[in-house]
Each structure stands twice: as structure tokens, then as C-alpha cells.
């Protein structure tokens, strides 16, 4: 008779050995394509709350917002990625980050979607002949099941 108080630990013991350390990826969708950020580097998800446009800015910052009472700089990462212009939807959500100095800025995406959770061995890295304009901001791609997803640098997206 099989002794069925050990043989689970034995199952998770081996188990636990052979993995490597998970990492976690916020997807999101932006111009129809489904993207990934490390979960460590987000703060918040909100709703877009009014943005005022900043004269004289860059093309990739819509404007400002406040969030409780905190400034944020308010990127598009539609146009960041070189990606093609669409309005905002109401699935449009803001992810905060902060930036290498500090900063607290937020990106607009058009949909958040899930959080995935990824061993390194299912992540390939990005070759620099992606073909794409956005490729300095890939780090790498992955393909859970049903899916294929683009893994995006985020100190590169940001302002430094």
C-alpha cells in the first residue's frame, strides 16, 4: 500500500528543486498588441483621471494629472512604441511607476489584462533585429498558453 502522507511532500520537494524563481508580468494591450511589464516596477492601475496638456512637452507626454494631490507626468506608450494613433477607450487604464530619479509618472495603456507569472526558461530574449522602432525597449518575448507577449524595459520607457 502506497503511504499517502509522504508522497505529496516527495512530489513538492522534487518540484520545488527543479524550478527556477517565477517572475511576475503585468499585461496590457496597446494598438491591438498584448505587452508585459515586471510587476515590481508598477506602483498603481488607475482610471485616467483629467490630464492637462503641457505646452511645449515632448509627443510621448499627454500632460499632467494629479493623483491625491501628487503631480504626475502622464506618458503615451502608444506613442512611445511608435504604434498608430487611436483615441483612449474606457478600458484605458494609467499604470504608475517611478522613475530612476524619483519621479512618479504614469503610463497609459488601453487595457490592463492579467498578471502572469513566468520562469526564466519562458522567456526568450530579444534578438536587436526585432524590426521594430520599439526594439530598445524590448527586453524579451514570452508565449503562455493561447498567447504571445512582448516584454518591454521599463527604465527605458521612462525619462531619465
Excluded at 69 to 92: A, D, F, I, M, N
Excluded at 121 to 127: L, R, T
Aim: proline letters at 7%; charged letters at 25%.
Amino acid at each position: 500500500m502506497v503511504d499517502l502522507t509522504r508522497a505529496p511532500a516527495a512530489r513538492l520537494s522534487r518540484r520545488g528543486s527543479e524550478t527556477t524563481p517565477l517572475r511576475e508580468f503585468l499585461m496590457f494591450v496597446v494598438g491591438g498588441e498584448l505587452f508585459g511589464i515586471e510587476l515590481t516596477g508598477i506602483k498603481e492601475i488607475l482610471s485616467p483621471p483629467p490630464i492637462t496638456p503641457v505646452p511645449r512637452s515632448t509627443r510621448e507626454v499627454l500632460g499632467v494629472c494629479s493623483v491625491r494631490g501628487l503631480l504626475v507626468t502622464v506618458l503615451c506608450l502608444r506613442r512611445k512604441l511608435r504604434l498608430p494613433e487611436t483615441s483612449s477607450g474606457r478600458r484605458s487604464r494609467i499604470l504608475l511607476t517611478t522613475s530612476e530619479s524619483g519621479e512618479t509618472v504614469g503610463l497609459l495603456v488601453d487595457e490592463v489584462r492579467q498578471v502572469v507569472r513566468l520562469q526564466a526558461s519562458e522567456i526568450e530574449a530579444a534578438a536587436s533585429t526585432l524590426g521594430s522602432d520599439a526594439s530598445e525597449h524590448v527586453v524579451g518575448v514570452a508565449r503562455p498558453p493561447g498567447s504571445f507577449v512582448v516584454l518591454l524595459d521599463l527604465r527605458s520607457i521612462l525619462p531619465s
